[in-house]
């Protein structure tokens, strides 16, 4: 299955009244849903099984295309927070390049989870790079709402990691 | 060959590796400023990464979020494209030491020709001409005007903490030195607080002419011939032509060979160019070697119908070369267009791009990263795009970009195409009449 097709998938599914689509290839599963009661032109949540590498969806120049689908980011995808996340919702960005935990070890528990409340200063993941550990520290105060990237996933710079009520 | 490359680079230069990437089944990667969000390398790589904002030093200059990228991406080489960190020996030490292969020369290569009195050394060994001059300082004038009978006149003191132009004066004979070497110390001492002069031959109406080298990792070298980059301004190149409009075969034969020298006595791996100062009487000096590709590669490319940054691959690789130096077939010409005010001293003029159309067709090629819409950040270089021509003829080349310029609308912002196309118009340099001082007397605003 390559870019293209998967392109053409997303595009189908987005045009058609189909809720879900789910499509297994040996251990390539691809999901598609379509928001419920969404706008024919909203784009539709794209979801990957972890583990996989960024991508970015390269729409054909010239550039930047107007409909173009969902850009991809490290599973799950960050098409569901424009979803779900409201205007008053803050987000705790990564300030570094690297593999993303939500413990400090393997059988930890993690460091918040849905429903936590966090102060600003709070270690809220940890960041690994180069076999360096570095703690991520939350720059606001809330509720933990939702967790954006699944544990030992690639992170990149200002990707959104949480959703938090502001308190 | 590499399963998958990180670009260490951004702008054209980027879209360029990435399209030799693709053409040659190697999965790319790209990394990218939050400024450069929208850019088109990070459209066209397999994948891309961000790695900071847009400040050079927390992005493209920073070595550790890149080796991050380069982690978490799993990329096997990375290819440093040009400036930045390409020539930035602790980075190639830094790739090395993580396991990845830095696509140019091993940072002992970088770090010699980096430093121009190890550079100048390390040539004068392998019997590569260098500019003439004393060995470090001057003690005084009687040491001065001994040297100076040696090498012959005319000759220029400089100051060794300068720069600007200052503490530098030209002696043409025996009789004005003194007054010339007083002169010079005097400004020196006001301008550093150093009065310390050197010397070194004058060259008169020097040519900045360079060879494109290439190495492998078996010791075997070869040259790909010159470019002609005379036209600059404040020592920046605006454009490139080759063949040189001065050169003759027995001249290229002996710049070949010594360029060629330059690389084995150093056991140069990867692409590279040598760059020398050619005097009125065809005398050529060695100038300094890039461990890098070029800007100005394209114009190589366009000659010899050859693709640079694929031979850098395949060097890296461990494929060696064919050990065959290439010649011109054809004429070409690159204007390099950057988003700056000719006419308000060149001042950068960064924005939005509301329309942008190339030119095209027969012998013409744009390599950009820009496009109608894109806006153009002010944290990094003003160039948006290289215009190459190709032509049978220097005369058919220079009326291919007097086309090609008139096709180039770019809006929004303002551009050197206006600059280009007066250029074109010149008399001199359509004769090939030119050196290195040629933008200094040349009054294009009225021309």
């Given at each position: 299955m390559d870019i293209n097709?998967?392109?053409?998938?997303?595009?189908?599914?987005?045009?058609?009244?189909?809720?879900?689509?789910?499509?297994?290839?040996?251990?390539?599963?691809?999901?598609?849903?379509?928001?419920?009661?969404?706008?024919?032109?909203?784009a539709p949540v794209v979801a990957f099984p972890p583990p996989q590498p960024l991508m970015t969806m390269a729409p054909t120049p010239p550039p930047p295309p107007a409909a173009a689908p969902a850009t991809v980011a490290p599973a799950p995808a960050p098409a569901a927070t424009a979803a779900a996340v409201d205007a008053n919702m803050l987000t705790i960005k990564s300030p570094m390049v690297g593999t993303f935990y939500r413990s400090s070890g393997p059988d930890k528990a993690p460091f918040v989870k849905v429903g936590d409340s966090v102060e600003v200063g709070a270690t809220v993941c940890i960041i690994e790079a180069m076999k360096l550990f570095n703690e991520i520290e939350s720059d606001v105060k809330g509720k933990i709402v939702k967790v954006l990237v699944e544990d030992a996933s690639p992170v990149e710079y200002d990707q959104p990691l949480f959703i938090v009520e502001p308190a | 060959m590499f399963k998958k490359i990180l670009i260490a680079n951004r702008g054209e230069?980027?879209?360029?590796?990435?399209?030799?990437?693709?053409?040659?089944?190697?999965?790319?990667?790209?990394?990218?400023?939050?400024?450069?969000?929208?850019?088109?390398?990070?459209?066209?790589?397999?994948?891309?990464?961000?790695?900071?904002?847009?400040?050079?030093?927390?992005?493209?200059?920073?070595?550790?979020?890149?080796?991050?990228?380069?982690?978490?991406t799993n990329a096997d080489a990375v290819h440093p494209g040009y400036g930045f960190l390409a020539e930035n020996a602790n980075f190639a030490e830094v790739c090395k030491e993580y396991g990845t292969k830095f696509i140019g020369p091993t940072p002992d290569q970088i770090r010699r020709m980096g430093d121009k009195i190890t550079a100048k050394e390390t040539m004068l060994a392998a019997g590569v001409p260098c500019i003439p001059g004393s060995e470090g300082l001057l003690e005084d004038v009687k040491t001065g005007i001994k040297l100076a009978k040696e090498i012959g006149y005319p000759v220029i003191l400089k100051a060794t903490a300068g720069g600007g132009g200052k503490g530098m004066r030209i002696v043409w004979k025996e009789s004005e030195f003194e007054n010339q070497w007083e002169t010079a110390r005097r400004e020196a001492k006001a301008a550093f607080a150093n009065d310390g002069i050197y010397m070194e031959k004058f060259i008169e109406?020097?040519?900045?002419?360079?060879?494109?080298?290439?190495?492998?990792q078996f010791g075997k070298a070869c040259h790909l011939s010159e470019r002609d980059c005379s036209i600059q301004r404040r020592h920046?190149?605006?454009?490139?032509?080759?063949?040189?409009?001065?050169?003759?075969?027995?001249?290229?034969?002996?710049?070949?060979?010594?360029?060629?020298?330059?690389?084995?006595?150093?056991?140069y791996e990867g692409v590279g160019t040598v760059e020398f100062l050619v005097d009125k009487y065809r005398n050529f000096y060695f100038m300094e070697m890039n461990t890098r590709i070029q800007v100005e590669h394209t114009v190589t490319e366009e000659v010899i119908d050859f693709d640079l940054i694929k031979e850098q691959i395949k060097i890296a690789a461990g494929i060696p070369i064919s050990g065959k130096n290439y010649f011109p077939e054809?004429?070409?010409?690159?204007?390099?267009?950057?988003?700056?005010?000719?006419?308000?001293?060149?001042?950068?003029?960064?924005?939005?791009?509301?329309?942008?159309?190339?030119?095209?067709?027969h012998g013409v090629r744009v390599d950009t990263h820009v496009y109608g819409g894109y806006t153009i950040p002010p944290y990094y270089d003003s160039m948006i795009a290289k215009l190459i021509v190709r032509a049978r003829t220097r005369d058919e080349a220079i009326t291919k970009m007097e086309r090609a310029l008139d096709e180039f609308i770019v809006e929004g912002v303002k551009t050197t195409v206006p600059f280009h196309q007066r250029l074109m118009q010149n008399a001199d340099f359509r004769k090939g009449n030119f050196h290195t001082g040629f933008l200094n007397t040349w009054d294009f605003k009225n021309a």
């Open positions: 097709q998967i392109q053409e998938l997303i595009r189908l599914v987005s045009k058609s009244k189909v809720t879900e689509f789910i499509l297994k290839e040996g251990d390539f599963k691809l999901i598609i849903r379509n928001q419920a009661g969404s706008e024919s032109n909203a | 230069i980027a879209l360029r590796i990435i399209r030799t990437c693709k053409e040659m089944g190697v999965k790319s990667v790209a990394i990218y400023s939050t400024a450069d969000r929208d850019s088109l390398h990070v459209r066209f790589a397999d994948e891309a990464v961000c790695i900071g904002p847009p400040a050079s030093s927390e992005s493209y200059l920073n070595i550790p979020r890149i080796m991050a990228a380069v982690e978490i109406e020097p040519r900045h002419i360079e060879i494109q080298v290439a190495g492998d920046q190149k605006l454009v490139e032509e080759s063949p040189s409009p001065f050169m003759t075969p027995e001249l290229r034969e002996k710049m070949g060979e010594a360029a060629i020298k330059a690389c084995t006595a150093i056991n054809m004429h070409a010409i690159e204007c390099r267009i950057n988003a700056e005010d000719p006419f308000n001293d060149f001042r950068p003029s960064p924005g939005r791009i509301t329309s942008f159309h190339s030119p095209k067709g």
